[in-house]
C-alpha cells in the first residue's frame, strides 16, 4: 500500500468493533467489522456500507485502515462487510452479483438503519465488484440508502467487464476466473469463528464452486448477463451516484453512459488512474478523494449544502504525454468540467485510412486494406485493466511492426487534444464467418516512440447485436463499426497519429476459431475533439490525498514481480507470462501471515489460433502460531476450433495435510466467439 499523508486530527474520537454479527432473514450471518464515533449511540450518524467478498480480515485490511477510520472521524460508521461464503462471514457463494447477494444487501441496510447508533441513512461505496453491487442494490431501492458512490464498475455486464469487449472473448475471463475461484476458496479466520472455521472451509470448498464455467457457457448478451446490469432499466436508480474510474482501468466506457442515462442527481469523476481508489492510486495525480466523499455524503446524507452539486457534473483529466512504459508513471494534464454527456456540437477530426496512411480527405484510388494477422499482435499492449501495481501497462507500439498493420497521418501542424470516444468505421469482407478486428490508437512522438492512446476490438459476428450474433457472410461486404475506449488526450503538435489494425489482438482477446483474411473498404477514423476553451469553470483544488493511520504490517520475506515473452524456436510457441508474488507479510493487529503467489501463462502459435491456451495459478497461504491453511488452484482454457477446453484443479491444506481435493473438465461448444 503507497505512503500517504495520515490525518489525525479527526473532529470526533473514534471507536472500533472489530468483530460484528449481521443477521440475515435466514439465520445466516455475515461478519462486519465497524468503525464508528464514540458517541455515535448519544448522536447517530449516517453509515457508509462497502460490502465485497474479498476478505476484511487480511484481504482488503490496509485499503480498510485507510478509508473507513477517516470517515468516522468525520461523523460516519464505516461498515466493512464480508459476503456470504467469503472471508468470516457463514454459508457458501455460488457466483458474482447473484440475486442472494443483492438480497442479503438489503438485509445489511435495513440492520444499519436500525442499529442506536445509526441516524438511519446508508450510503455505499466500492471499487469494482463493491462498485458493481452499489449500482445494483441502489436499484432495488432500499429505503433507507441515500446515495452511492461507485468506482470502477458498469451498468452493463457484457459490454464492459471482464468476459466481453465488443463481442470478443477477452481473457480476462479466465484470468478473473482463477483469481476469483482462489479467493472463494479460502478459508475464515479461527480468531473470529472459533473452532467451527474447518467446518465453515469444508462447505465452501464442496459448495462455491468454479464460476468460471457458467461465464464460459454464456456468450451472448443473454439474461445472465443482463441480470446485474443497470442499463436494463436505469430508470430504477433514483438515488444520486457519484461515478468514478480512470483511463488506466477497464471499467471507464460505463462512466460516460452513465452520465447520460441515469435519471438522477449524479456527478462523473475521471482521472488518469489505474483500478484504484484515487486518494493511493497510479499513475499520479492522486488526489483528496476521501475529502470528496464527505462532500458528497454531508450533501445527500446530512442535508449539509456542500457545493457538489452546483459544479459541473463531469470532471475530467486531460492527460499529456508521456513516454511508453509498462510500469504506471506519473500523468502530468490538467482537470476539466463538463456539463454533461453526450457534448452537443462537439468537433470530429475525420481521418481516411488507405494503404499508405491517414488523410484528412478520402484519397480517389485508394485500394483495400488487406489483414491478416499473426495470432500474436497485441503482445505490447497493455492488460484490459491495469492495476499499477506491476508491469501491465503498454510498451513502446513500434513493437508490433510486422504484426499489426499501421496507417500513420503526417506530423500535426498544432496540438489537438482527443475527449470522447474515437470510432473506427468501415465495409469488410471476411474469408470467414467469424473474425475479430483490433483497432489500436498510438501518438508517434518526434523521436519515433509510440504510446498507446487507446483501443477497441470488434468481433465481426456481433456487428448489428450481442444478443443475436450473425455469421459473416464470406466475400460479401458488410458495415462495422468498432469503438475505442474514452480517452482525454492531447496530442502535440509534430506528433503523428497512427491506427493499427489486426485480426488478432493477443493476450487480451482469444484468437477467432479459424484465420481470417480481411479485407476493408471506405474506411475512417473519426476522432472527437476538445477546445480548451471549453474547460469549463476553474474549481477549487482537490485536497491533497491523505487518509487514517495505515495497517501496520511486517515483511518477513519481500515478495516479487516480472512480465516476460519467450519464444521455442523449436517449436514457434510464444509464452507470454505475468508473475507476481506479495512475499510473506505479517498483520500486526492480528497476528496472521499471509502470502498470495499467482502465475499467468499464455501460449500461442503465430500462425495457428487453436494452438491458444492460458493457464492461470495462485497459492494462498495463511498463518498464525499453529494455524496454518492455504490453497492452491489452477485453471487452464484451451480455445479450440469448436470448443473451449476448461480444465481446473483445487487443492487445499490445513497444518494436518489434505483437506479437499477436487477437479473440473469441461468442453464448452464456442458460439460464433
Known amino acids: 500500500m503507497p505512503d500517504i499523508p495520515v490525518r489525525t486530527n479527526f473532529p ?16 445466516t450471518k455475515l461478519a462486519a467489522r465497524i468503525w464508528l464515533p464514540e458517541d455515535a449511540e448519544a ?24 478509508t473507513h477510520p477517516y470517515f468516522a472521524g468525520f461523523g460516519y460508521a464505516g461498515v466493512r462487510v464480508d459476503m456470504r461464503g467469503t472471508g468470516d462471514s457463514e454459508g457458501v457463494c455460488k457466483g458474482e452479483y447473484l440475486l442472494q447477494e443483492q438480497d442479503d444487501c438489503l438485509a445489511v441496510i435495513e440492520w444499519l438503519a436500525a442499529q442506536p447508533w445509526c441516524s438511519g441513512k446508508v450510503g455505499m461505496i466500492g471499487i469494482s465488484w463493491g462498485g458493481f453491487n452499489g449500482l445494483q442494490v441502489a436499484a432495488r431501492r432500499p429505503p433507507a440508502l441515500g446515495a452511492v458512490i461507485s468506482l470502477c464498475s458498469t451498468d452493463d455486464r457484457y459490454a464492459d467487464d471482464i468476459h466481453f469487449m465488443g463481442g470478443a472473448c477477452l481473457t480476462d475471463k479466465l484470468a478473473w476466473g482463477a483469481t476469483a475461484f482462489a479467493i472463494a476458496h479460502t478459508p475464515p479466520d479461527p480468531a473470529i469463528v472459533g473452532e467451527r472455521w474447518r467446518d465453515m472451509w469444508k462447505e465452501r470448498l464442496e459448495g462455491n464452486g468454479l464460476w468460471m464455467l457458467d461465464w464460459f457457457r454464456h456468450q451472448r448478451r443473454d439474461d445472465f448477463y443482463r441480470h446485474g446490469s443497470v442499463c436494463e432499466n436505469y430508470a430504477d436508480i433514483k438515488v444520486p451516484v457519484y461515478a468514478v474510474g480512470g483511463y488506466a482501468d477497464g471499467y471507464t466506457n460505463p462512466i460516460f453512459r452513465m452520465m447520460e442515462h441515469l435519471p438522477g442527481p449524479r456527478k462523473a469523476l475521471v482521472g488518469p488512474w489505474a483500478h484504484k481508489y484515487p486518494h493511493f492510486a497510479t499513475p499520479a495525480p492522486r488526489i483528496g478523494f476521501l475529502q470528496e466523499c464527505l462532500r458528497w455524503w454531508d450533501q445527500h446524507l446530512k442535508g449539509i449544502e456542500t457545493g457538489i452539486m452546483d459544479e459541473p457534473m463531469m470532471r475530467l483529466w486531460m492527460q499529456d504525454p508521456v513516454a511508453p512504459s509498462p510500469y504506471a508513471v506519473d500523468r502530468p494534464g490538467r482537470w476539466l468540467g ?252 492480528t497476528d496472521m501471515t499471509v502470502r498470495y503467489v499467482d502465475e499467468d501463462q499464455f501460449r500461442i502459435h503465430p500462425d495457428d489460433p487453436n494452438s491458444a491456451t492460458a493457464t492461470m495459478r495462485w497459492h494462498k497461504s495463511y498463518g498464525r502460531g499453529d494455524w496454518q491453511a492455504e490453497v492452491a488452484v489452477s485453471v487452464k482454457v484451451a480455445a479450440l476450433r469448436d470448443v473451449w477446453q476448461i480444465d481446473a484443479r483445487l487443492e ?18 464456442r458460439d460464433l466467439v
Open 338 to 589: 463538463l456539463t454533461g454527456w453526450p457534448r452537443t456540437g462537439q468537433e470530429l477530426r475525420v481521418l481516411h485510412v488507405a494503404p499508405d496512411g491517414m488523410h484528412d480527405t478520402a484519397p480517389a484510388d485508394a485500394g483495400p486494406i488487406t489483414l491478416c494477422s499473426p495470432e500474436n499482435a497485441g503482445s505490447a499492449a497493455q492488460t484490459w485493466c491495469i492495476y499499477g501495481t506491476g508491469p501491465d501497462g503498454a510498451l513502446d507500439q513500434n513493437t508490433e511492426a510486422g504484426r499489426m498493420s499501421f496507417f500513420e497521418t503526417a506530423p500535426i501542424a498544432e496540438d489537438m487534444e482527443i475527449l470522447g470516444f474515437p470510432l473506427l468505421k468501415t465495409r469488410v469482407v471476411s474469408d470467414v464467418p467469424q473474425a475479430n478486428l483490433a483497432a489500436v490508437l498510438s501518438m508517434v512522438a518526434p523521436d519515433g516512440s509510440a504510446r498507446l492512446v487507446c483501443f477497441g476490438v470488434l468481433n465481426l459476428t456481433h456487428r448489428n447485436s450481442h444478443s443475436d450474433p450473425e455469421p459473416l457472410p464470406t466475400g460479401t461486404p458488410v458495415d462495422a463499426v468498432v469503438q475505442l475506449n474514452v480517452i482525454g488526450q492531447r496530442i502535440p503538435a509534430g506528433y503523428k497519429l497512427r491506427l493499427a489494425l489486426a485480426t488478432a489482438y493477443w493476450p487480451i482477446i482469444w484468437p477467432s476459431a479459424e484465420k481470417a483474411t480481411l479485407s476493408l473498404t471506405d474506411t475512417r477514423l473519426e476522432l472527437p475533439l476538445h477546445d480548451r476553451t471549453h474547460d469549463g469553470p476553474e474549481l477549487p483544488a482537490f485536497g491533497p490525498a491523505e487518509g487514517a493511520a495505515p495497517l501496520r504490517t511486517e515483511t518477513i520475506e519481500a515478495g516479487s514481480g516480472h512480465r516476460t515473452l519467450t519464444k521455442d524456436y523449436a517449436t514457434g510457441i510464444e509464452t507470454y507470462t505475468r508473475y507476481g508474488d506479495t512475499g510473506r507479510v505479517r498483520h500486526l493487529h
Open 43 to 66: 448522536d447517530p450518524v449516517p453509515a457508509i456500507l462497502e460490502y465485497l467478498p474479498y476478505r476484511k480480515r487480511d484481504g482488503t485490511v490496509e485499503r480498510d485502515h485507510l
Open 652 to 669: 487445499a491444506r490445513d497444518g494436518d495435510g489434505l483437506v479437499s481435493e477436487k477437479t473440473w473438465s469441461e468442453a464448452v461448444p
Open 12 to 27: 470526533r474520537k473514534i471507536r472500533e468493533i472489530e468483530n460484528c454479527w449481521i443477521p440475515m432473514p435466514d439465520g
